[in-house]
């Protein structure tokens, strides 16, 4: 049984910390709301453009 504060990892994925400026949080935030997805499909968007497969 997981603990209510603990969110599950999906299946194949990781959890994933940084600590960046509030501003930029604040902006990924809002940037995510805008596009009705998560701040982790956008993160893994810019991964895919900008990141080479290895």
Not at 10 to 30: M, Q, S, T, W, Y
């Amino acid at each position: 049984m997981t603990p209510d504060n603990k969110k599950v990892v999906p299946e194949g994925c990781i959890r994933f910390n940084a600590n960046i400026k509030k501003d930029f949080h604040l902006r990924l935030k809002v940037m995510a709301a805008m596009s009705r997805k998560t701040m982790g499909e956008i993160v893994e968007e810019w991964i895919e453009r900008y990141a080479p497969t290895l």
